[in-house]
């Protein structure tokens, strides 16, 4: 079973996250349900709002059987930028690096290296002054 997570801005519906795994996933929308339907799915999703207050404040968890991953993605970064070109929207995923609080912002086709704001809500806020710019190589390499 693949595992892919990426916070999102905004709340999203569960029927938006469903054609979006459709659409990426290319599979029929009977194979796609949230994690907690009693039904067994091939792809499962959490859509899980953390807070209101953060900057990406949903959390997206989907799980993909191995049997139906017609569309492979590699690392989360694969599945992000994927995402985060779905939705036209900003993104975050986590990085392989040793600091819990540094990210991979995916953003307009761009990709940085950015750190959290230390603080005490559940969803993530970002420094405005630590954004590093990669390139699509290094994202790959350093996604989790």
Known sequence: MCNYICYLKGKKEDSQIIKMLYDVFKCEKELIGNLFDTQKNDIRFENRLLDDVSEFCTELNVYVDDNINKVTFNNNFLFGYEVSKYFDEDIIIGSRNDDPYEWILIKNNLFFIVEEVDDENSGIT???????????????????
């Open 126 to 144: 970002l420094q405005k002054s630590s954004n590093m710019e990669i390139s699509y190589d290094q994202a790959i390499l350093i996604s989790s």
